[in-house]
């Protein structure tokens, strides 16, 4: 799964709020692993064997339907976590598909589970994190049912953007038409608009982002409420631990 790539130097920002001991202690347990465009994870109410710290890829979480057809209903990029609603003992009824290929922190799922459980501080964290994600999910059934293909592309585009760090990345018009629950030939169609239009540049299977205030006034509004719910998450960690380090301090 590594194709003898690597692993860069970008690292998953959720793992990054943890003080250096905590993280340290899960990153021991951690193997680095290279994830294809269409690699599945776990499929739906499989049981979970790993749990993924996304670095530089996006895993989407989708509904699959009998007839073969998927859409998004949640994505996970590097201010996340991949399968740890049901490592937590929850359950979920999508597919985990990596849509943007890149590298993924990957630890055994039953390490991460004794993790948790035995630190207070993570388990909050790991929970605020999971809520978030529901709250994604509610966010995404409101936003397939009302809003434009163009609006919904441009909400993706944005969203993967800010989960890798990178305005550049290469995924397909027939890939995206999936994720979004639109023919490949209605995502080029959007996709030519917002080209013409100066705001992306779509060209051999990859998109770039060419003027992000521009596509931020054309994506729906679900893109900025669901960024303001994660971003929360990591500035709620961040105070959480920075809270905890102070008293060490003083103790």
């Known amino acids: 799964m590594d194709s003898g790539r ?8 959720l793992l990054d709020t943890l003080p250096a001991a905590q993280r ?4 021991a347990a951690i193997n680095h692993v290279w994830l294809e465009p269409k690699t599945v994870l776990f499929e739906p109410r499989q049981h979970i064997d790993v749990v993924d710290f996304p670095r530089t890829c996006v895993v989407s979480l989708v509904t699959p339907f009998h007839d073969g057809t998927i ?6 990029g590097s201010e996340g976590i991949v399968g740890v609603p049901l490592a937590l003992g929850g359950a979920l009824a ?4 990596c849509s943007v290929g890149g590298w993924s922190d990957r630890m055994d799922a039953t ?6 459980e035995s630190d ?3 388990h909050k964290v790991v929970d605020d994190y999971v809520r978030a994600v529901f709250n994604q999910l509610s966010q995404a059934v409101a936003c397939n049912r ?4 163009t609006e919904r592309l441009a909400r993706w585009l944005l969203a993967s953007g800010d989960r890798i760090g990178t305005d550049e990345f290469a995924i397909s018009n027939q890939l995206l038409g999936r994720l979004l629950g639109s023919s490949d030939a209605a995502v080029r169609r959007c996709s030519l608009t917002l080209h013409a239009a100066g705001l992306i540049n779509s060209r051999d299977g990859r998109m770039t982002i060419v003027n992000r205030p521009g596509l931020e006034a054309i994506a729906c509004e679900c893109y900025r409420i669901i960024k303001m719910e994660l971003d929360g998450v990591l500035r709620r960690a961040r105070t959480r631990f920075r809270g905890a380090r102070a008293l060490a301090v003083r103790e």
Do not use: M
Not at 94 to 97: G, K
Not at 146 to 149: A, E, I, K, R
């Open 6 to 13: 690597v692993a860069s130097g970008e690292t998953n920002r």
């Open 24 to 27: 340290h202690r899960l990153t």
């Open 71 to 76: 859409v998004e209903v949640a994505a996970v």
């Open 94 to 97: 999508v597919q985990a598909i």
């Open 111 to 116: 390490t991460f589970t004794h993790e948790v």
């Open 120 to 122: 207070g501080d993570l």
């Open 146 to 149: 009302l809003h434009s293909t």
